[in-house]
């Protein structure tokens, strides 16, 4: 068979890319961001309401050389990206809340073996199979914890299409260069909206690669950590020969049951992004210098908290926004500050009180913490918001 | 000249953890010996696991492996594969994790034809989790979770293979080792999805609770118990009764998933682009 490996983006063509202003919805945003970003192979199983992601991919990643595979369920498609990021390619998948669901097992694989990839969840009605059609934001404790055991999760939250756009292109940077699963949380509304999108020329967009050992490396072990603490792995296939687990394991990458080598991995995996904190964590400050009453929220809750913000100031009520572009890992010490200053933080959010809990547990009575919530599937309005803060 | 096996193995990975009597290790070296019998190099050698007693196997090999999670080894070495298509994807697994809880990725990688080969290490039973029933325990089989006689019927996995679109659909037995040699080279060699069943032994949860006396007694009763399929093909329904037919039951050609991928990126990149 012809030998093809196609595991760096070979044969891109800029003509593929038509910088610009668009018009453009979220899902697509999000798959355009991921082909910006290198993305070469996308796995899945349509959902709605991310399926959109799935088939402009279908259409564009071909043209770029790339691979797009339906695969026969959600727990395959996390499977297969991750066998194709071993093999070197930058990959993505996306889904819904029940498919996100099946995912986990293998999230939890590649926080483990640190394969880097993308995964969106573009959150819809729940639980169960619940409102396929209508937003909510009641994954984001799964996207923390679904999983089983302890490690770190890195999950963004962007609350427009321009964002979207960027924030994909940074989880795949993120992904690569901490050797780590990144979750991409959207709901239905930014995900099926459409906006004004301003597409750069390609050349403009900053674009991380993992490191690779170099092809002469002596005494070559696959997990061997660096001051960086993540570890450089190669590819299959590129003369190296490793071997990949999901069990817990040493350097050499096979498995152990060593108290002390499983303690340091565990350690090591939550000490790596924490000392990236600073390069993966975002958030925006808004109206937030002379704030006495402070919003905490994130995806389209947040876009509501604006407008509330926007309104409340109009009638001199000294309100901002502090909005979560990177939930996890979450901005403690910022919170801790903010609860110090205020006079009060309001948490709006569509479910039934999940980022709440986070920001209480810091506020730590340091001020009062109001959740404004709504699990109806209708967008949080900015009335709601309003209201709740008046009657602080 | 003996077989030279620890060339291929990563010596410092030893011992294995099998049993000793398991013929895990006798299916191990027949696929090591195909391997050698091919030339394939081991940087071009990508070996597949899920979990299991047989999914520790890729291990124990000097190539490029991968041991994943139960059930998905298929679905990882399905996106290896695609990355790097000139790679030779070998999966091994347990009755279990390729039927079981793999079963909806094995219907569909024998459907989708893509270029690697499943060996599947059929011991009847959940090796590792100590005993419990698997899709392959025949009926009335004891096991830890149907201490009274199994009451489920049992799966043919090359039944299932060639009805499912697998291109290449073999059985043999960890007796028949120079049939095993033969199949899993032409298995390896095989354009397309192929799918190897072997029959084989797990005495510490399977032959002692049903009744076998040793090992190898395990293991010679697939003298008696099975018939080369020229044979069975000649035999009549009694004949049949008791019996397992073995050897190389399909070998066609379908078009081939990665080539077909290929067609897709050559005819999309070609394309005048509407963006
Ligand atoms: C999701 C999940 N469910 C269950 C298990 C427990 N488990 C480990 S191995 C195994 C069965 C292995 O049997 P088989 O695949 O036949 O291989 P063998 O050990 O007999 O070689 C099971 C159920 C697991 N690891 N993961
Ligand atoms: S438990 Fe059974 S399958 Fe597993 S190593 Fe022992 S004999 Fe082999």
């Known amino acids: ?392 | 000249m003996t077989f030279n096996y620890q060339q291929y193995l990563r010596n410092d990975n030893l011992p294995h953890i099998w049993c000793p009597g398991c013929s895990h290790g006798i299916v191990t070296k027949g696929i090591l010996r195909a391997v050698d019998s091919l030339g394939w190099q081991k940087d071009d050698m990508c070996f597949v696991s899920g979990i299991g007693c047989a999914s520790r196997l890729p291990g124990y090999i000097d190539a490029n492996t991968l041991h994943t999670t139960h059930g998905r080894a298929l679905a990882f070495a399905t996106g290896v594969k695609m990355v790097k298509s000139n790679m030779h994807v070998v999966i091994v697994s347990g009755d279990g994790d390729s039927l079981a809880i793999g079963g909806n990725h094995f219907l569909h990688s024998c459907r989708r034809n893509i270029d690697m080969t499943l060996i599947i290490f059929n011991n009847n039973i959940y090796g590792m989790t100590g005993g419990q029933t698997s899709p392959t325990t025949p009926f009335g089989a004891t096991t830890t979770t149907q201490p009274y006689g199994n009451i489920e019927n049992s799966i043919d996995a090359v039944n299932l293979a060639m009805a499912a679109g697998a291109t290449f659909v073999a059985r043999t037995t960890a007796y028949h080792v120079t049939q095993m040699d033969k199949i899993f080279a032409q298995a390896l060699a095989h354009k397309g999805f192929s799918v190897v069943d072997v029959m084989c032994d797990c005495w510490t949860a399977y032959g002692r609770r049903n009744s076998f006396k040793s090992q190898v007694d395990m293991l010679e009763r697939y003298k008696d118990n099975t018939v080369r399929l020229e044979k069975w093909n000649k035999m009549s329904e009694e004949e049949r009764a008791g019996k397992t037919p073995i050897g190389v039951f399909l070998d066609v050609q379908r078009p081939e998933y990665c080539e077909e991928q290929h067609k897709v990126i050559e005819r999309a990149m070609s394309a005048p682009s509407e963006h």
């Not at chain 1, 593929?16 to 993305?39: Q, V």
């Not at chain 1, 964590?281 to 926007?310: F, H, M, N, P, Q």
């Open chain 1, 1 to 392: 068979m012809q030998a093809f490996d196609n595991s760096r983006g070979i044969g891109a063509r800029k003509a593929n890319f038509t910088p610009g202003l668009k018009l453009m919805s979220g899902n697509d945003a999000i798959a355009e961001g991921a082909l910006y970003a290198g993305c070469r192979f996308y796995a899945g199983y349509p959902i709605t309401p991310s399926s959109e992601v799935a088939e402009t991919l279908a259409k564009r990643l071909p043209e770029l050389g790339g691979y797009f595979l339906q695969m026969e369920d959600e727990i395959a498609s996390m499977a297969a990206i991750l066998g194709a990021s071993l093999a070197g390619a930058k990959v993505m998948t996306a889904t819904s809340g029940p498919g996100f669901s099946l995912k986990q097992e293998n999230i939890g694989y590649g926080c483990i073996a640190e394969i880097p990839c993308v995964i969106v969840n573009v959150m819809r009605g729940g639980p169960s199979t619940g409102v396929p059609t209508k937003p909510s934001q009641g994954d984001v404790m799964q996207a923390r914890w679904g999983t089983h055991g302890d490690h770190p999760i890195v999950v963004f939250t962007p609350d427009s299409i321009e964002e979207l756009f960027w924030e994909t292109v940074r989880a795949f940077n993120i992904a690569e260069r901490y050797r780590t699963p990144v979750i991409l949380l959207a709901d239905e509304i930014i995900g099926h909206m459409r906006e004004r999108l301003f597409l750069p020329k390609p050349a403009t967009v900053n674009v991380q690669n993992r490191r690779r050992p170099r092809r002469d490396a002596g005494d070559y072990s696959a997990y061997q950590v660096p001051r960086s603490l993540v570890p450089v792995i190669p590819d299959y296939g590129e003369g190296y020969r490793f071997h990949v687990t999901g069990l817990a394991h040493d350097e050499t990458g096979f498995p152990t049951n060593d108290p002390a080598v499983i303690e340091d991995q565990i350690l090591r995996l939550h000490r790596k992004i924490d000392m990236g904190f600073n390069d993966i964590v975002k958030w925006e400050a808004y109206d937030l210098e002379d704030a006495e009453i402070v919003l905490v929220s994130y995806g389209s809750s947040a876009r509501a908290a604006r407008a509330a913000v926007t309104r409340l100031r109009a009638s001199g009520k000294k309100v901002g926004l502090f909005r979560l572009k990177t939930m996890w890992p979450f901005p403690e010490q910022q919170i801790r500050k903010l609860a110090k200053q205020a006079k009060a933080i309001v948490v709006p959010e569509m479910n039934m009180g999940q980022i709440v809990l986070e920001v209480e547990r810091l506020a730590g009575g340091a001020c009062p913490v109001i959740a404004v919530n709504r699990v109806d599937t209708e967008m949080l309005s900015p009335k709601q918001i309003i209201k709740a803060v008046k009657e602080l």
